[in-house]
């Protein structure tokens, strides 16, 4: 029926990152012929048909014309779209209140580090296993979808500050994250 019954939604990918601006519609969609173009009434482009839900009859979704087109471009400037990491395996978490409290911090919510790869721009940083993530580059972070969009293809080769809370203590380390293989 051409209906967009939601906007701005998220879609996970089969990497584990969280793809932001996506469009559910029920525009006809069946494995194998995703990347066509979805259009409005006017025929203008509006996204690029990406996903459906195959137990769910009829949900679709589509990527945004923006992120298409920003895709597109570094696929035709670079062959590749670039994106930065730091080598860590990360899980959401709480904050106990009052180290929230003592530390001014605007969330109770960080990024727990489960692992650190070796050689990692994160080892080199000095961050730990048990450390828990509640900044990157001044910007808070609350949780690992919420990391992953900080570290994007500027960040490559930029140093930055990242903060943690280390058992009670608050500390600012610098991490320079380097382009992702995956």
Do not use: M
């Not at 696929?75 to 080598?87: E, T």
């Not at 650190?116 to 080892?123: D, G, K, R, V, Y």
């Not at 960040?155 to 809370?165: E, F, H, K, L």
């Amino acid at each position: 029926a051409g209906v967009v019954s939601a906007l701005g939604r998220s879609l996970r990918t089969d990497s584990g990152r969280l793809v932001d601006n996506v469009i559910q519609t029920d525009a006809a969609l069946n494995p194998g012929n995703s990347g066509g173009p979805l259009v409005n009434s006017r025929g203008e482009v509006i996204g690029v048909n990406t996903a459906v839900i195959l137990p769910a009859q009829g949900i679709c979704f589509a990527l945004a014309i923006n992120t298409g087109k920003f895709v597109a471009s570094h696929l035709l400037k670079n062959g590749r779209v670039k994106r930065s990491y730091i080598g860590v395996g990360g899980q959401d978490a709480p904050i106990l209140r009052r180290i929230a409290r003592f530390h001014d911090l605007p969330a109770e919510r960080g990024v727990l580090v489960v692992s650190i790869e070796p050689n990692s721009p994160a080892q080199r940083a000095g961050l730990i296993e048990g450390d828990v993530i509640i900044g990157f580059a001044d910007q808070p972070v609350e949780t690992v979808d919420a990391l992953q969009r900080l570290l994007s293809d500027q960040q490559v080769g930029v140093r930055s500050a990242i903060s943690v809370i280390r058992r009670n203590d608050k500390l600012t380390l610098y991490v320079t994250p380097q382009e992702s293989n995956a």
